[in-house]
């Protein structure tokens, strides 16, 4: 994604965020990835950002966050592993990323890096119903899911495990003036303030942890902008 496609969408009033960090629990003594599901949708352009369990299932955010504006923030999500989706409208057609975000091997105790594989790669994908408000009832009779090709003309289906988050991510490239979540889910405890609660997933400390002097911010728009640039790097898994 070029800086310009990026200045054009805080234009329009669109601020997905991206990128992803590295962070360390203290009580869990482990390492642990956190993202922001945001975006939304400004006439016929749009973007949104997830994620989801190594499954493809809604993973349970942290918490929801209400902001002021539309099309920002929405919930926050907390895991050892995070698989993200992104997904980038213009008119009808969309561009899509899927990659997986985890901690390396933290061996002799060193701060392990944040890796990225991205596992999904679509570009210049086609979804002919309109989903504007005023038709968006009679598209939802159809199914609402863009098609991929490859450079030789040859269809690239989503990997079924990422059926229903791709769905959710056409609707909410489509939600104009967005202020809700799309796809994580709420957690079911409603308990707040303690760290405790930050653990999600398996909880089992990590022998090699080790608390971190800073933060890892790796896997920003660098990350999504070599992930829709950079053809070579794409592995799609089924």
Avoid: W
């Avoid at 749009?46 to 966050?65: D, K, N």
């Amino acid at each position: 994604m070029s800086r310009r496609a990026l200045r054009v969408l805080r234009e329009r009033g669109i601020f997905a965020q991206a990128s992803v960090s590295l962070h360390y629990q203290n009580i869990a003594k482990r390492y642990v990835v956190r993202g922001v599901e945001s975006g939304g949708a400004a006439g016929d352009i749009g973007r949104y950002v997830t994620f989801a369990e190594e499954g493809g299932q809604p993973i349970e955010c942290l918490h929801p966050v209400e902001s002021i504006g539309v099309n920002g923030p929405h919930a926050v999500v907390v895991a050892p592993t995070l698989l993200r989706l992104d997904m980038l409208r213009k008119g009808r057609t969309y561009e899509l990323l899927i990659s997986r975000h985890a901690p390396s091997s933290a061996d002799s105790g060193r701060r392990p890096l944040l890796q990225s594989e991205v596992l999904f790669r679509g570009v210049h994908g086609r979804l002919e119903a309109d989903l504007t408000p005023t038709n968006k009832a009679q598209a939802q009779s159809r199914p609402a899911f863009p098609t991929f090709y490859s450079l030789a003309g040859e269809e690239i289906p989503v990997p079924p495990r990422f059926e229903a988050a791709v769905r959710s991510l056409v609707d909410a490239t489509n939600c104009s003036g967005c202020s809700h979540s799309h796809y994580v889910a709420r957690r079911h405890s409603e308990k707040r303030g303690t760290e405790r609660e930050v653990v999600v997933g398996d909880a089992r400390p990590s022998a090699n942890a080790r608390e971190p002097s800073r933060f890892d911010h790796s896997g920003s728009e660098l990350g999504i902008r070599a992930g829709f640039d950079n053809e070579g790097s794409v592995r799609q898994i089924g």
